[in-house]
């Protein structure tokens, strides 16, 4: 069982929401779909449910071409973030409805509903309508009614947004175990690298309405194919800083220079963009570290963390530091580069040299 995307596109007007696209999913995978918002998250997905046409290619499962196939013939299922439920019916039935339209029988449909029912912990809700749920509670029925359903393929649009913390974790952990036991194809769109990485399986980076890299999830973090898909998998977005390469020397081109790493030593001479996620900066000096000079402009702290926004000759950087620090708006700030930690892109954004860290990962 295969969901192939073959060469397509779609566009309104003159507005292009999906360029070419062309991926497969394979039976039992999760599939990460990870971009900010407006990248074509939603609209890819509703290609591939049948909400939406192709303006050009196909859409073929198991090797059918099922491009104008209505998706009341296709065997889907797809939670939004904004949770929909029937408001007239009690949660049990809310969940029991798409195994009625299957013609199932009632102890069968009996015994899934209470079976995922306390996976989504609704147990004490099964006899109350939606409208007295609270928020969190109606997106776990809508969520509850998708798994039921054993589709082949299950679409999963932030569906987490809107739960607490815990129950976002707890529900992180079960979801991938229980459509790899169902042998579904698992669809799920998020904003952010960190729910990516933690539900891993596969990863299709989104930027524009471009899928810019398809791969196993981990892969994708480590091995970005170009700058794009770096920002992309990096919360805050990856740091940037020029440099030119010439011989076994780098140099800045806000100034300073430094011998080339040996990941960068088969290097040809040029112009580079050296790459560096936010929590590979340091404000304590290390071994074989770069120091930058800065000035703090804005801090966040997070509680357990703190974000410095920092300005390095004319460029604005974010580094994600541990704990919380009593820092000053418009101070000087020294900041630290482990050298083992960055990526170097060529002119044109893609990838030149992996950082070293990543390679040995």
Known sequence: ?????????????????IHTTSLTLEKGTM?????????GKTSLMRL?????????????????DVTGQRVQDRKVAMVYQQFINYPSMTVYENIASPMKLLGLDKAEIDRRVRATADLMQLTPMLNRKPLELSGGQQQRCALARALVKNAGLVLLDEPLANLDYKL??????????????????????????????????????LWE????????????YRQPADATTARVFSDPPMNFLTLKKQGDMMTFAKGGSLPVPRSAANMPDGTYMAGFRPNHLTLEETPGAVRFDTRLTVT?????????????????????????????AGQDLPVYL????????????????????????
Not at 2 to 13: I, K, Q, R, S
Not at 48 to 64: C, H, I, K, S, Y
Not at 338 to 361: H, K, M, N, Q, W
């Open 1 to 17: 069982m295969a969901l192939e995307l073959d060469g397509v596109t779609h566009t309104v007007g003159a507005q292009t929401h």
């Open 31 to 39: 599939n990460v779909l990870l971009g900010p918002t407006l990248s």
């Open 48 to 64: 591939m449910a049948g909400l939406d046409q192709p303006t050009r290619g196909r859409v073929l499962w198991n090797g059918e």
């Open 168 to 205: 976002r974790e707890e529900l992180r952990a079960e979801i991938p175990r229980i459509f790899e036991e169902s042998g579904s194809i698992f669809v799920y769109a998020t904003t952010e690298p960190e729910e990516a990485l933690l539900l891993g399986g596969h990863c299709a980076t």
């Open 209 to 220: 309405g471009r899928v810019t890299q398809f791969g196993p999830t981990a892969q994708v």
């Open 300 to 328: 966040e702290i997070t509680g357990s963390e703190t974000f410095v926004h920092l300005e390095h000759a004319g460029d604005r950087w974010v580094g994600l530091i541990h704990g919380v620090r009593q820092l000053r």
């Open 338 to 361: 482990d050298l083992s930690r960055v990526y170097l892109f060529s002119e044109d954004g893609r990838l030149a040299a992996t950082a070293p860290y990543a390679e040995a990962a």
